[in-house]
């Protein structure tokens, strides 16, 4: 009997001693990382530059952005040619500005618009007000007019802010070019509204493959997207991802555009 008595005192002792440990550590806390959607694009602080005015129609009004017609790719006529630094070679394309007339009571209208940047507005042009390092805002002609009184104002200062794209529907993929060069224009994005990179996905042998900005929000790739459906990744300034799955079907056809998912 002597012998169990020992064990049993022995395994008591080590418990009493490991429950002494415990409490002095103190409670074991497990931490569960949380990892969340990145947050919807919000407005920035309002800043300053001027503002101005040029002619064309729908189908100038967005060509150093890629958009062939700004109506048909639903900009409206709500648009404006931006400043080189505005501009980052076309990296804003898409991109939604808040403005207002300030400063200027002779020629201001209360109330802000809201545009979206879709064109160049190159240096050494209107009197230099796009040369670098200003913020400037040529804005289509019947646009300008909803914040100023007469077109004769000319030069206005404005305040503005990037403010989140309102868009209806998805993303619209647009697919030109041939078998070996395939250019894709992405239009239509919500929330940060200007893409900074774009993917593509076969359902057969193409992987996820980086195309590269040809010019504006048109991407091209020399891989080989013909005789897949096609799924599209698009990331935008704010660091958010949209992934439209399988949007073009395996006969898609070169002039097509096929609609994904947007961003809310």
Same mark, same amino acid.
């Given at each position: ?12 002792? !080590? ?17 569960? %990382? #949380? ?34 017609? +700004? ?5 409206? @006529?709500?648009?404006?040619? @931006?400043?080189?630094?505005?501009? =980052? ?10 403005? /207002? ?23 050494? *042009? ?9 913020? #400037? ?10 914040? !100023? ?8 200062? !404005? ?25 894709? /224009? !992405?239009? =239509? ?7 900074? *990179?774009?993917? +593509? ?5 193409? /992987?996820?493959?980086?195309? *590269? ?15 897949? *459906? @096609? ?18 079907? %395996? =006969? ?8 994904? /998912?947007?961003?809310?």
């Amino acid at each position: 009997m002597a012998l169990p008595l020992r064990i049993l005192f022995v395994i008591l002792l !080590v418990k009493a001693l490991v429950i002494n440990e415990c409490q002095a550590k103190g409670p074991t806390v497990v931490i569960q %990382k #949380h990892i969340g959607h990145k947050p919807k694009f919000q407005a920035s602080p309002w800043k300053r530059a001027h503002a101005t005015f040029y002619e064309g129609g729908s189908g100038s009004f967005g060509g150093a952005c890629g958009y062939e017609d +700004v109506d048909h790719d639903g900009f409206g @006529l709500e648009t404006a040619a @931006l400043s080189s630094v505005l501009f =980052n070679n076309g990296g804003t394309c898409g991109a939604c500005y808040e403005l /207002k007339c300030s400063d200027d009571p002779q020629w201001c209208k209360a109330g802000s618009i809201i545009v979206t940047g879709t064109n160049h507005c190159p240096p050494n *042009s209107n009197d230099g007000w796009c040369n670098p390092p200003r913020e #400037h805002f040529d804005l289509a002609k019947p646009i300008f007019l909803r914040i !100023v009184s007469e077109y004769k104002a000319g030069i206005v200062p !404005v305040e503005y802010r990037r403010v989140p794209c309102q868009k209806k529907g998805g993303i619209k993929f647009t697919i030109t070019g041939n078998p070996y060069f395939n250019m894709v /224009k !992405v239009w =239509n994005v919500g929330g940060a509204g200007d893409v900074v *990179s774009l993917q +593509v996905k076969g359902n057969d042998n193409l /992987k996820w493959t980086s195309l *590269s900005r040809n010019w504006g929000q048109k991407w091209v790739t020399s891989a080989m997207m013909v005789g897949e *459906s @096609l799924s599209f990744r698009v990331k935008t300034s704010d660091g958010r991802s949209s992934t439209s799955w399988h949007v073009a079907p %395996k =006969n898609w056809q070169f002039g097509q555009t096929f609609e994904g /998912k947007n961003f809310k």
